[in-house]
């Protein structure tokens, strides 16, 4: 589905640039050498987690495995929630100079299938990373990191 199909496309061309709240998820993804899946981002170049918004009608586990897939290739089989960012800190401005602000579920995937795509309709580049090698985008999820690393079966809210 391109943007201005999307529900978030379709808000905007309502109301313009003004701030949006916006649900979504967000993916660690990890091989079995415990290196996190980073995808780079066709529109701005910019390393990420997978990740993006929901749709209408779907649930969050839906739109995830939605969004991995469409950015990966990989399919999601299980996940679980470690945390929920809020607030300003996962708030800015797009590249079309809209207003946003998250809601982020944080998840963990704990079981995926497939092969990873590193070009797609939404990335130009993908790959798997150790920590230190980690692309320049690691400093934004540092939190998200350090939950991922103190999660003990209760959800974190940031």
Not at 31 to 55: C, K, N, V
């Amino acid at each position: 589905m391109n943007w201005e199909d999307s529900y978030v496309g379709q808000i905007r061309k309502l109301v313009g640039h003004r701030s949006l709240i916006m649900p979504g998820p967000r993916a660690f993804v990890q091989d079995g050498r415990g290196r996190t899946l980073f995808i780079q981002r066709r529109g701005d170049r910019s390393w990420a987690l997978p990740g993006g918004t929901m749709e209408l009608g779907e649930t969050i586990f839906e739109a995830l495995q939605r969004e991995v897939n469409e950015e990966t290739g990989i399919n999601v089989i299980s996940a679980t929630l470690i945390a929920i960012y809020s607030g300003s800190k996962v708030a800015g401005v797009d590249r079309r100079q809209n207003e946003y602000q998250l809601l982020v579920f944080q998840f963990r995937v704990d079981d995926w299938a497939g092969s990873l795509v590193t070009e797609t309709d939404e990335s130009v580049g993908a790959g798997f990373f150790s920590e230190g090698e980690l692309p320049e985008a690691h400093g934004q999820y540092r939190e998200a990191f350090a939950d991922l690393d103190r999660y003990a079966g209760n959800v974190i809210l940031g």
